[in-house]
């Protein structure tokens, strides 16, 4: 999902489908500090998007070119911004892009 600073309105409007089918989604998320966002979006919603997507049961996954890492909560990361969202728990912190399929 990429949808240049209306993430949080996209995944607002699939709240059913998120409940419902559980996708697992692929999301650029915009922190205050990214490059080109000022004037965009308020500063916070990449909180309101945590907070959603927790409520809905999800785990986050930060996408990094070595592997994923689960974190417990959106950060700003100066090299990486995209994320997986998925109803699946890995058990390691770090995983592998081969061992992707045990968060699908």
């Not at 419902?20 to 915009?30: A, G, H, N």
Request: hydrophobic residues 40%; aromatic residues 14%.
């Amino acid at each position: 999902m990429d949808c240049e600073f209306h993430e949080l309105e996209v995944l607002v409007g699939m709240k059913d489908i998120l409940e419902k089918d559980r996708p697992l989604i692929v999301i650029e998320i915009f922190f205050p500090e990214s490059d080109g966002v000022e004037g965009h979006f308020e500063n916070n919603q990449y909180l309101e998007i945590e907070k959603m997507m927790l409520d809905q049961g999800y785990y986050f996954y930060l996408i990094t070119k070595e592997a994923l890492f689960r974190v417990d909560k959106l950060e700003y990361n100066e090299l990486d911004r995209n994320y997986i969202f998925s109803s699946k728990k890995s058990i390691n912190r770090y995983i592998p892009h081969a061992e992707v399929k045990s968060i699908i």
